[in-house]
């Protein structure tokens, strides 16, 4: 029987072979991370456990990324814990602030990690690495703790849904759009413990920028995690990265999946998913009088620099409106550079934005543009919760980079053609 | 072991950021992060509840972020445990590591009523609304789960893991 690139790496990284769906297995790492809300955690744990010497210090990362630069005396002192311990052990992959990005664009970036991996983070979103061909799980403190001292993990072999997205995509429609839509058709728990494999000729055209945003949020469908094969275009992007060789999968044609989901694509149009729910996605033409008071462009989801070229192709030429406050945080500071070198900070910076360097900061609420009570932001992140972004009577829609920009001038929420 | 409380109702798809909003996460003290559990659902939601009285949810409880400082929040507010339709799959991973324990349950969700009292036999796999008598069957936990919790948890088994190597090498 043939078999999903998911049960092939996993098959490559443990001792038994001939395991089933559902099975739980224990499987070696090639890297584990975490940042400075889950670290701090992780390291008590990793002590108390007893733990003299973590499994491999080349296969941990540590990155302060979510209220670093430390936004108060709080924060300070977890990152403090993240760096002592990286001092300590040895960790070669300890990312200060300067050269610090947000966790999911960072790695992938320095070739951390790589096609054929298995990858587990301390955060939701290690899904993202999928992208790559990995297999990357989020996973809690403890978790990551034990991982740090054994170097493997136990997890139960998960089920895989292949989607596949064929036809022509159109202008401003972007894998946020795929991946928002795809969440609004299945729902929030639509894909729990399962793989999304996302395929069809749709995904083999898509940049890598814009199959990390697709991965990134398979969580919101509470995925397990999200894969893509790997191609020439993923070749491309590790060119000059890639710290160590890696290997590369795919699955079987004849590999058995949990479903097969479809989607012709030319009838999709930009997306928006309204409060308080990511699966609460309509299409850019349905959404009505929405004011908006603030904007942000960023994230592991959204902050890479296709995604700042699209929103300064949106805002070339404009002002934001006056009573919006657009806020853009390229991922990583190599990111950051690169848009400098091109001109785009210098165009957000001119027609009326505020950029910032690398956090997550205001997507999860922590700092770098809170909302007050009863106001509303657009954001190209990847969650709509109730108080996701600060007031629990605050709303955030999401949308793709495109959207946003247009947004963030019309100071309401508009297709980008509204503002070209 | 036995769990008896009275029972707490929830929607579906309760996320971590109402379990534990983020703008909290510069501390993991388990007091601290207990003050504001479920603050933003219901601002007096921990001083509503008396130690031992369990959440009874819908489907998909837990979803979003992997902090664990979210069932750590939920067991130092005093709930005994969580009784859920589904569960997101980090928050489950990241409750049964910490000790709380979680149920899932179809139909006891849809039949009981805030205010209930339940009884879980957890070797049995038993639920029991001791206010209308129903006995309700819930999920055993896969071997290997079993063993993590009966030496104590994650962490302990790391340790015995850590033990075992050493004498291997």
Same mark, same amino acid.
Request: hydrophobic share 40%.
């Given at each position: 029987m043939?078999r999903?690139?998911?049960?092939?790496?996993?098959?490559?990284?443990?001792?038994?072979?001939?395991?089933?769906i559902g099975d739980?297995?224990?499987?070696?790492?090639?890297f584990?991370?975490?940042?400075d809300?889950?670290a701090?955690?992780?390291?008590?744990?990793?002590?108390?456990s007893?733990?003299?010497e973590?499994?491999?210090?080349?296969?941990?990362?540590?990155?302060?990324?979510?209220f670093?630069p430390n936004?108060?005396?709080?924060?300070?002192?977890?990152?403090?814990l993240l760096?002592?311990?990286?001092?300590?052990?040895g960790?070669e992959n300890?990312f200060?602030?300067?050269?610090?990005g947000?966790e999911?664009?960072?790695?992938p970036?320095k070739?951390?990690v790589?096609?054929g991996?298995?990858?587990?983070g301390?955060?939701?979103?290690?899904?993202?690495?999928?992208?790559?061909?990995?297999?990357?799980?989020g996973?809690?403190?403890?978790?990551?703790?034990a991982?740090?001292a054994l170097?493997?993990v136990w997890?139960?072999?998960?089920p895989?849904?292949?989607?596949?997205?064929?036809?022509k995509?159109?202008?401003w429609?972007?894998?946020?759009d795929?991946i928002?839509?795809t969440?609004?058709?299945?729902?929030?728990?639509?894909a729990n413990?399962q793989?999304m494999?996302?395929?069809?000729?749709?995904i083999?055209?898509l940049?890598?920028?814009?199959?990390?945003?697709?991965?990134?949020?398979?969580?919101e469908?509470?995925?397990?995690?999200?894969?893509i094969?790997?191609?020439?275009?993923?070749l491309e992007y590790l060119?000059g990265?890639?710290t160590?060789?890696?290997?590369?999968?795919k $699955?079987d044609p004849? /590999?058995s999946?949990?479903? *097969?989901?479809?989607f012709? !694509? +030319?009838k999709? #149009?930009?997306?928006?998913?309204?409060?308080?729910?990511?699966?609460?996605?309509k299409?850019i033409s349905e959404?009505?009088y929405?004011?908006i008071d603030?904007?942000?462009?960023?994230?592991c989801?959204?902050g890479r620099?296709e995604?700042?070229r699209?929103a300064?192709?949106?805002?070339?030429?404009?002002?934001v409106?006056?009573e919006?406050?657009?806020?853009?945080?390229?991922?990583?500071?190599?990111?950051?550079?690169?848009a400098?070198?091109?001109?785009?900070i210098?165009?957000f910076?001119?027609?009326g934005?505020?950029?910032?360097?690398?956090t997550?900061?205001p997507c999860l609420?922590?700092?770098?543009?809170?909302?007050?009570?009863?106001?509303?932001?657009?954001?190209t992140?990847?969650r709509?919760f109730?108080?996701r972004?600060?007031h629990?009577e605050?709303?955030?829609?999401?949308a $793709?980079?495109?959207? /946003?920009?247009?947004?963030? *001038?019309a100071?309401?929420? !508009? +297709?980008?053609e #509204?503002?070209? | 072991?036995?769990i008896?409380?009275?029972?707490?109702?929830?929607?579906?798809?309760?996320?971590?950021d109402?379990?534990?909003p983020?703008?909290?996460?510069n501390?993991?003290?388990?007091t601290?992060?207990a003050?504001h559990c479920?603050e933003?659902?219901?601002?007096?939601?921990?001083?509503k509840i008396?130690?031992?009285?369990?959440i009874?949810?819908?489907k998909?409880?837990?979803?979003?972020?992997?902090?664990?400082?979210a069932?750590i929040?939920?067991k130092?507010?005093?709930?005994?445990?969580i009784?859920?339709?589904s569960?997101?799959r980090?928050?489950?991973?990241?409750?049964?590591?910490?000790?709380?324990?979680?149920?899932?349950?179809e139909?006891?969700t849809?039949?009981?009523?805030e205010?209930?009292?339940?009884?879980?036999?957890?070797v049995?796999g038993?639920?029991?609304?001791?206010?209308t008598n129903?006995?309700?069957?819930t999920?055993?936990?896969?071997?290997?789960i079993?063993?993590v919790?009966s030496?104590?948890?994650?962490?302990?088994?790391v340790?015995?893991e850590l033990?075992?190597r050493?004498?291997?090498v």
């Amino acid at each position: 029987m043939g078999r999903t690139i998911v049960e092939k790496i996993l098959s490559a990284h443990t001792e038994k072979d001939d395991f089933k769906i559902g099975d739980i297995i224990n499987v070696r790492v090639d890297f584990a991370f975490a940042n400075d809300i889950t670290a701090p955690l992780a390291i008590k744990y990793f002590k108390e456990s007893g733990a003299k010497e973590v499994f491999d210090r080349k296969k941990i990362g540590l990155i302060p990324d979510h209220f670093a630069p430390n936004k108060d005396i709080k924060s300070a002192e977890q990152c403090k814990l993240l760096r002592e311990f990286a001092q300590e052990q040895g960790i070669e992959n300890y990312f200060e602030v300067g050269k610090m990005g947000v966790e999911h664009a960072l790695l992938p970036e320095k070739g951390l990690v790589l096609p054929g991996d298995v990858v587990v983070g301390a955060d939701s979103h290690t899904d993202t690495s999928g992208a790559l061909g990995a297999f990357a799980i989020g996973v809690g403190s403890t978790d990551l703790a034990a991982i740090m001292a054994l170097g493997e993990v136990w997890l139960k072999v998960p089920p895989t849904i292949k989607f596949i997205y064929f036809g022509k995509l159109n202008k401003w429609v972007s894998g946020k759009d795929l991946i928002l839509y795809t969440i609004s058709k299945i729902g929030v728990d639509g894909a729990n413990y399962q793989v999304m494999e996302f395929s069809g000729e749709v995904i083999k055209r898509l940049s890598m920028d814009n199959r990390f945003t697709m991965c990134n949020m398979a969580v919101e469908a509470g995925a397990k995690t999200a894969i893509i094969e790997p191609d020439q275009i993923t070749l491309e992007y590790l060119q000059g990265r890639a710290t160590r060789p890696y290997q590369l999968y795919k $699955s079987d044609p004849e /590999a058995s999946y949990e479903k *097969v989901i479809e989607f012709e !694509v +030319s009838k999709i #149009e930009p997306q928006v998913a309204f409060p308080h729910l990511p699966e609460n996605a309509k299409p850019i033409s349905e959404v009505g009088y929405i004011k908006i008071d603030q904007s942000i462009i960023g994230s592991c989801t959204n902050g890479r620099i296709e995604d700042l070229r699209i929103a300064a192709e949106v805002l070339k030429g404009q002002q934001v409106h006056p009573e919006v406050r657009l806020i853009i945080i390229p991922a990583t500071q190599d990111i950051y550079l690169q848009a400098l070198r091109e001109g785009l900070i210098d165009l957000f910076v001119s027609a009326g934005a505020a950029v910032s360097t690398p956090t997550c900061g205001p997507c999860l609420g922590g700092y770098m543009g809170i909302l007050a009570k009863g106001e509303r932001a657009i954001s190209t992140t990847n969650r709509n919760f109730v108080g996701r972004m600060g007031h629990p009577e605050s709303e955030v829609y999401l949308a $793709s980079p495109a959207v /946003a920009a247009a947004s963030a *001038v019309a100071g309401r929420i !508009v +297709s980008p053609e #509204e503002v070209k | 072991m036995i769990i008896k409380g009275k029972v707490w109702k929830f929607r579906d798809n309760i996320d971590t950021d109402v379990i534990i909003p983020a703008r909290y996460l510069n501390t993991s003290d388990p007091t601290e992060l207990a003050l504001h559990c479920m603050e933003d659902y219901d601002p007096q939601f921990t001083k509503k509840i008396s130690r031992g009285d369990i959440i009874v949810a819908g489907k998909n409880f837990g979803c979003g972020s992997s902090r664990e400082h979210a069932p750590i929040a939920l067991k130092a507010a005093g709930l005994s445990c969580i009784i859920a339709k589904s569960f997101a799959r980090i928050f489950f991973r990241n409750a049964i590591n910490i000790g709380l324990p979680i149920f899932e349950s179809e139909e006891i969700t849809d039949q009981c009523t805030e205010g209930e009292l339940l009884e879980i036999d957890t070797v049995k796999g038993t639920i029991k609304n001791l206010s209308t008598n129903k006995v309700y069957r819930t999920n055993l936990l896969p071997e290997f789960i079993q063993k993590v919790i009966s030496v104590g948890g994650l962490k302990e088994y790391v340790k015995e893991e850590l033990k075992r190597r050493e004498i291997d090498v």
